[in-house]
């Protein structure tokens, strides 16, 4: 690169750097003006005019909205306005429009390329105790998505079959890689919960690019399929999975390596999927060598075939961290509020899932760094403690680039128990309000109220 050219370069990341520094309200997107962020920031800023919103300012509010409690669009204005005039800026509207207009303009690009190169960053600056055996594991698992009932949401997300039109809302199904040593969301493939390539392997294969040779995926006895199996061994990819259901495992078959442990080749299934061409199915290997071990009333499935190097006990204790990855579902779901998206159309509700996993991602970010400085593992740390205490931090005006020591101190005081083995019934002990099911179209329930003066009550 030429002297003019790292001049020009030097210049447009200082005015990132300055816009970003302008206002205590962009806190959110400073932590993203790390040296190793800065570059692609900076890259991927869309061509704009300072506005009342520039790019900067929206996804910092949008961010900030994906972790509040309110994460109205409203919430997000007022605070903007209360923001400026705390800084001793001109008033402005708190109408939600300009703001609606400028989270519209924000380049899907931008925000889901941020998202996966924090996650990314995470993970290779994990440090190595944090590591299994010196190896990153990444952990897989999918869950499903609401958002609210519009045609256009429909026509992308149809509802589940089961429930009559007018009355459901649209369904997403949603594959995450999550990397198992910092929690950082790596990757996300989203479709719709129902119809062809829609089944959780089918979202997965859209995802494999991003593992390397030497990662170990770790993943629930759905994952455990020939096709993916054999995929990831050509990769150059571990795996460890629950074994499938519908598989037997013979333990007097095979080549044992000791009480309930041996070595056995899965042949080619005959019939070929759907999805694959002839092409493709005659490119699998007739057989794949794998090893099933018996653990706890459990049978496990790995590459891992070495069982002086991987005992069973270490396949036992590696797949019971797999729960990590429900517990960062629930992270993202319930403390972050991504179960159910807002947004009126497919592509706003995709920007709004890829904020979600960007605001994720820096408090990941935030955690990894607090449990680098304390000399723990960054899974011991509350990610919801994390959120409460960064919202607050931003909020009185506090940053986490001057004030970080402070910051990443108190983060590293609240710990998570330790329960290992914990059992709890996946039940409700408070009642609901005693209202009916509302099991027709709401216009038509509304007019009904005109009409008779009280709900409809299907028989």
């Known amino acids: 690169m030429d002297r003019n050219a790292r001049s020009v370069l030097h210049q447009r990341q200082r005015g990132i750097g300055r816009r970003a520094r302008s206002t205590e309200a962009v806190e959110f997107f400073n932590v993203l003006t790390s040296p190793e962020l800065l570059h692609t920031s900076e890259a991927l800023l869309p061509e704009h005019r300072e506005r009342l919103y520039p790019p900067t300012v929206t996804l910092s509010m949008f961010m900030r909205q994906a972790l509040e409690a309110d994460g109205s669009c409203q919430k997000a204005v007022n ?55 010196g190896r990153a594991v990444k952990l897989v698992d999918g869950t499903c998505l609401s958002m609210p009932d519009t045609a256009q949401n429909q026509a992308l997300y149809p509802q589940p079959s089961t429930q009559a039109p007018g009355v459901g809302f649209p369904l997403a199904r949603l594959v995450m890689v999550i990397c198992l040593a910092t929690g950082a969301a790596l990757d996300a493939a989203i479709g719709p919960q129902r119809g062809k390539g829609s089944g959780e392997l089918g979202l997965v294969r859209r995802l494999l690019a991003g593992f390397c040779p030497g990662d170990v995926m770790l993943a629930d006895a759905l994952y455990c399929n020939y096709f993916l199996i054999a995929t990831l061994m050509a990769a150059g990819v571990d795996a460890l999975f629950e074994q499938n259901g519908a598989r ?10 000791g009480t309930r442990d041996h070595i056995v080749r899965w042949p080619k299934p005959a019939a070929r999927p759907e999805w694959m061409t002839p092409e493709q199915y005659a490119r699998f290997p007739d057989e794949i060598t794998l090893r099933e071990v018996k653990v706890d009333h459990q049978v496990l499935v790995t590459t891992l075939l070495n069982h002086r190097q991987v005992t ?18 629930r992270n993202l779901k319930t403390t972050t509020g991504m179960d159910v998206l807002s947004c009126q159309t497919p592509q706003m509700n995709e920007k709004q899932l890829w904020v979600h996993l960007l605001a994720y991602n820096v408090i990941r970010l935030l955690m990894a760094q607090a449990a680098c400085n304390a000399g723990i593992d960054p899974r011991g740390l509350s990610f919801k403690h994390t959120v409460q205490l960064w919202l607050e931090w931003v909020s009185r005006g506090l940053s986490a680039t001057k004030d970080c020591g402070q910051l990443f101190a108190l983060i590293a005081q609240c710990r998570v128990g330790h329960r290992p083995g914990r059992i709890e019934p996946r039940m409700r002990k408070r009642r609901p309000k005693p209202y009916p099911w509302l099991k027709v179209p709401r216009a038509q329930a509304r007019q009904h109220v005109e009409k008779h003066g009280h709900a409809y009550e299907p028989k």
């Open 79 to 133: 605070g903007w306005a209360a923001q400026r005039a705390a800084d001793g800026l001109s008033a402005c509207s708190v109408r939600t429009g300009g703001y609606c207009r400028a989270r519209q303009r924000l380049p899907l690009e931008m925000v889901s390329t941020l998202a996966r190169k924090t996650g990314r960053l995470l993970g290779e600056k994990a440090l190595a105790q944090w590591l299994w055996r």
């Open 248 to 257: 037997i495992t013979d333990f007097r078959r095979g080549q044992s390596l």
């Open 312 to 329: 069973k006990r270490d396949l036992s204790a590696l797949y019971a961290r797999r729960w990590n990855v429900e517990l960062d579902l």
